[in-house]
């Protein structure tokens, strides 16, 4: 079992910053990539970011050079640095780390971007 809670998250003008956490606990040892997804209000929940054990990660196009993912082992932790916020970047952001075929998820937290 992998536990996460995610925090961070709030309101922001566009061009802003924040950034979110992700605290995992429990099996964390077997965690193989961890990542970001949000879901917008009538949208289907979207993979963000990830990071894989390897410390390689990836991004969905729409926050490529926006966003930038990482973690701290010592932590056990993963952020998500978001700059230049946009309108559409507004959502509720959902931690998930994954351990074989299996799914974890944090609780989510919101981000909502407002002009």
């Known amino acids: 079992q992998v536990q996460l809670v995610e925090s961070g998250g709030g309101l922001v003008q566009p061009g802003g910053s924040l950034r979110l956490s992700c605290a995992a606990s429990?099996?964390?040892?077997?965690?193989?990539?961890m990542g970001w997804y949000r879901q917008a209000p009538g949208k289907q929940r979207e993979l963000v970011a990830v990071?894989?054990?390897?410390?390689?990660?990836n991004y969905v196009d729409s926050v490529k050079g926006r966003f930038t993912i990482s973690r701290d082992n010592a932590k056990n932790t993963v952020y998500l640095q978001m700059n230049s916020l946009k309108l559409e970047d507004t959502g509720v952001y959902y931690c998930?780390?994954?351990?074989?075929?299996?799914?974890?998820w944090g609780q989510g937290t919101q981000v909502t971007v407002y002009s």
């Open positions: 429990g099996n964390i040892f077997s965690i193989y990539v």
């Open positions: 990071i894989i054990s390897d410390g390689s990660t």
């Open positions: 998930n780390a994954r351990v074989g075929v299996v799914h974890y």
